[in-house]
């Protein structure tokens, strides 16, 4: 179960941070006068609008390949899934990195973003090793 408990924080510290952009955009709206339900206006709500919708995006893959590898390596022990979290824990730190870049200059999210993709792959190719491996009768 502590296992799950470090993977379920993970999960909580991702949401977190989206939780946190959702805000961020709810305050550009009112501070630079973008009301709903535009999407577009001054140039940095619409940086943070697209960073939020950026994470969401990248949240129904991530979250899904984070509990799969966890899932798969549960068996290794605990220090698998510690592996598992501080990689999910690389993806929270490349999405900070991609916000603060693309708000401050959109040319420079490249290293938060792909910070963010090389963690989701690896939890991806994990969970897709897990699951083959565990199809094979031992």
Same mark, same amino acid.
């Given at each position: 179960?502590?296992?799950?408990?470090?993977?379920?924080?993970?999960?909580?510290?991702?949401?977190?941070?989206?939780?946190?952009?959702?805000?961020?955009?709810?305050?550009?709206?009112?501070?630079?006068?973008?009301?709903?339900?535009?999407?577009?206006?001054?140039?940095?709500?619409? *940086?943070?609008?697209?960073?939020?919708?950026?994470? &969401?995006?990248? $949240?129904?893959? =991530? #979250?899904?390949? !984070?509990?799969? /590898?966890?899932?798969?390596?549960?068996?290794?022990?605990?220090?698998?899934?510690?592996?598992?979290?501080?990689?999910?824990?690389?993806?929270?730190?490349?999405?900070?990195?991609y916000?603060?870049s693309?708000?401050?200059?959109?040319?420079? *999210?490249?290293?938060?973003f792909?910070?963010?993709? &090389?963690?989701? $792959?690896?939890? =991806? #190719?994990?969970? !897709?090793?897990? /699951?083959?491996?565990?199809?094979?009768?031992?």
């Amino acid at each position: 179960m502590v296992a799950h408990s470090l993977i379920a924080l993970v999960t909580l510290a991702s949401l977190a941070q989206y939780f946190v952009m959702s805000l961020n955009v709810g305050r550009a709206r009112g501070r630079l006068g973008v009301a709903a339900p535009a999407t577009s206006g001054h140039p940095e709500f619409e *940086r943070l609008y697209r960073v939020q919708m950026n994470t &969401l995006e990248w $949240l129904v893959i =991530f #979250l899904p390949c !984070l509990w799969l /590898a966890a899932i798969f390596t549960g068996d290794l022990g605990l220090r698998a899934t510690g592996v598992i979290a501080a990689i999910g824990v690389i993806w929270i730190v490349g999405r900070h990195i991609y916000m603060v870049s693309y708000v401050k200059d959109p040319k420079t *999210r490249s290293r938060g973003f792909g910070l963010q993709a &090389l963690a989701t $792959l690896l939890l =991806f #190719l994990i969970a !897709l090793i897990g /699951a083959v491996i565990n199809l094979i009768p031992q």
